[in-house]
């Protein structure tokens, strides 16, 4: 339970998670499949192609009906129309006409018409699916018997309406009790020997159970070819009369039926301008050409949908750490329209369809949900290190309540700020206290050494206050580290550096007959940094290791660079130094030997000055082995290792 607390405080986690869960939800639920839907259609109008010239309607229009009288027509004329299509050479002819009842004013045009259909041999008649009252059992409406044995094909005339009530997919089988029938344009493919390998002309099997349920199968989205009246029609009435160029339908898919608007076949579709609906025989049309070339679409499963959804909501957590509100911002915006504009273009270039609402929703409020988890991040660190600040500067660390906004966030800001007044203010005290020492403790102390050499009887004086006076300079150097602003660094050269902190021990160690050996570079190593004080630690461990240097031995002083690191090494061949004692060498007041006195602040301050730098300090010893101490430093560039001169000086 800790761990999964500490998780949901985690600014990162706590944001994916919220993320997951807003993709699982809305695309689980559909809520916006109306925005889905919209995105699916402003791609499809990006992509009007030629209508193909093998397709042509012969259109019930206006006309025809101004010509021919009200519908229905008489079968007789749709038998003529037949056989002028056929005789034209029409490859394929379907009529997306109903006829289930007889012909009652023309009894025998039922079977005038069932013999053009068997004369042409090319001829695809529809089959209906439709409910006998609202919510009731769906029903399989066919054409008359006698058609049926003559017509070379059957297929449904259905589209799918989505929820907003416009056709943008179909079923390619489908029936009650059984898919056994195939869509009207698959069945005119099939007819015209056209029907591509990846459509199949047998009836899938179903697990269906109930006889009287409607199963379907292969529910795919198609590509309309442009908007309405795009694709070549004809009139009705110019057909009949023979009013066209010999050879207009030879080799021809030709789909036959209602474009006027009385006539009630009118469907809205993604590529209805203005709100200009569709004649259903365009919409056959139109899938007839997707099917053929390969412009069906398939949608994703909501399975894949989900992880992709989750994968593209998530992304904006891989910079909004890394970059500032405004960069954020812009990136998790572009990364909107990005995935936005490849959603709309997936169903053009790979045929399929991944809804993608889900996701642009997540990627919406990823930048809101991130800023607010770091708002309450930073909310609470406030609110803890406004608790340290009370506990170290009393009453005064923050403003009086009275005086707080009533917003809390402000109300802490107001509190941080008057915590930052009162720090600046022990600040200066600080500073004026390092005045009192450098001057008011160490003045009177160094005059007091001076005048102790007049009087020889007050000698053992000298001891004491020499290290009093030692050791107010220590605590001076300790606080001039600490309040080390980085702001000041200059450019240096480390190598010079290291030459005169040896330079500067040379006196030290030719009193204790002990060598120094430089292994410097020639060339200039360098770096930004504080020059005194990064000389004072070198020396202090210089002089360190002189100390512990057994008489006659050597001390090693050498720097070395890799990649952007410079590391100051000094090893000195003494007794060594206990694990237990090397583990508290760097802290304050403690000394690495006791019978060799010190103030133990010496390493102290060494580790504090790289620390400032951006460095650290470090030793490696063991009793009766050499002791190396290591300085390790960040350079202002990287130097090149390859050109650097090194050279052993004594």
Do not use: C
């Amino acid at each position: 339970m800790r761990r999964l607390l500490h998780l949901l405080g985690n600014d990162r986690f706590s944001s994916a998670l919220i993320l997951l869960l807003v993709v699982v939800v809305t695309t689980g639920s559909g809520v916006l499949g109306r925005v889905d839907n919209l995105l699916y259609d402003l791609g499809l109008r990006q992509q009007v192609r030629p209508p193909p010239d093998d397709i042509v309607i012969v259109a019930i229009d206006e006309d025809s009906l101004s010509k021919l009288g009200r519908w229905p027509w008489s079968r007789r004329l749709h038998a003529t129309l037949v056989d002028r299509l056929h005789a034209d050479g029409a490859r394929v002819i379907g009529l997306d006409l109903v006829f289930s009842e007889p012909d009652t004013a023309d009894q025998p045009a039922d079977a005038l018409l069932a013999e053009a259909v068997g004369r042409a041999g090319n001829v695809v008649l529809p089959v209906l699916l439709e409910n006998n009252r609202v919510n009731g059992q769906v029903l399989e409406t066919l054409p008359l018997p006698l058609l049926v044995e003559q017509a070379a094909g059957l297929g449904r005339v259905h589209v799918e309406l989505d929820l907003d009530g416009i056709g943008r997919s179909l079923f390619l089988w489908e029936g009650v009790g059984a898919p056994v029938w195939p869509h009207f344009a698959q069945a005119v493919l099939d007819a015209a020997g056209l029907l591509p390998p990846s459509l199949s002309r047998t009836p899938p099997t179903s697990a269906e159970e109930s006889p009287f349920a409607l199963v379907r199968q292969g529910q795919r989205r198609f590509a309309f070819l442009g908007p309405p009246g795009h694709v070549r029609s004809v009139s009705y009435a110019q057909v009949l009369t023979g009013d066209f160029a010999p050879g207009s339908f030879r080799d021809r898919i030709v789909l036959v039926g209602a474009t006027a608007a009385g006539m009630g076949d009118l469907l809205p579709t993604p590529v209805s301008g203005q709100g200009q609906p569709m004649p259903g025989v365009e919409i056959h049309a139109n899938a007839l050409d997707a099917m053929r070339t390969g412009h069906l679409v398939r949608e994703a499963p909501l399975a894949w949908t989900l992880v992709i959804g989750v994968l593209l909501a998530l992304a904006p957590l891989a910079w909004l750490p890394r970059t500032n509100p405004l960069g954020g911002l812009l990136a998790t915006t572009a990364w909107f329209f990005a995935v936005m504009a490849a959603a709309v273009m997936l169903p053009l270039v790979a045929r399929t369809w991944v809804p993608p609402a889900g996701a642009l929703l997540a990627i919406l409020v990823a930048y809101p949900v991130w800023s607010w988890r770091r708002l309450e991040s930073a909310g609470r660190f406030l609110d803890q290190e406004l608790k340290r600040l009370r506990r170290q500067l009393g009453s005064e660390a923050g403003a009086p309540p009275h005086s707080l906004p009533r917003d809390p966030f402000a109300a802490r800001i107001r509190q941080v700020q008057a915590a930052s007044y009162r720090l600046r203010h022990l600040q200066e005290e600080r500073r004026e206290t390092l005045a009192f020492l450098s001057h008011d403790i160490r003045a009177p102390i160094a005059a007091a050494l001076m005048r102790l050499d007049d009087v020889p009887a007050a000698a053992r004086l000298h001891e004491p206050l020499a290290r009093a006076l030692a050791l107010a300079e220590k605590f001076l150097r300790v606080a001039r580290a600490e309040a080390l602003d980085a702001a000041r660094f200059e450019e240096l050269d480390v190598a010079a550096l290291a030459h005169q902190a040896v330079d500067d021990a040379w006196t030290a160690a030719r009193a204790r007959a002990v060598r120094l050996v430089r292994r410097l570079p020639d060339e200039p190593v360098w770096m930004q940094g504080d020059f005194g004080l990064l000389h004072r630690a070198l020396l202090n461990l210089v002089l360190n290791a002189v100390q512990h240097a057994p008489e006659e031995t050597e001390v090693d002083v050498a720097l070395e660079t890799a990649g952007d690191w410079a590391t100051l090494t000094v090893v000195d061949h003494g007794p060594g130094i206990s694990p237990d004692v090397q583990a508290r060498l760097f802290q304050r007041f403690s000394r690495g030997s006791e019978t060799l006195g010190g103030t133990g602040l010496g390493l102290y301050f060494v580790r504090t000055v790289a620390e400032k730098h951006g460095g650290s300090a470090s030793a490696s010893s063991e009793p009766g082995a050499p002791t190396r101490f290591k300085l390790r430093l960040p350079l202002s560039s990287s130097p090149d290792a390859n050109t650097a001169q090194w050279a052993d000086h004594e």
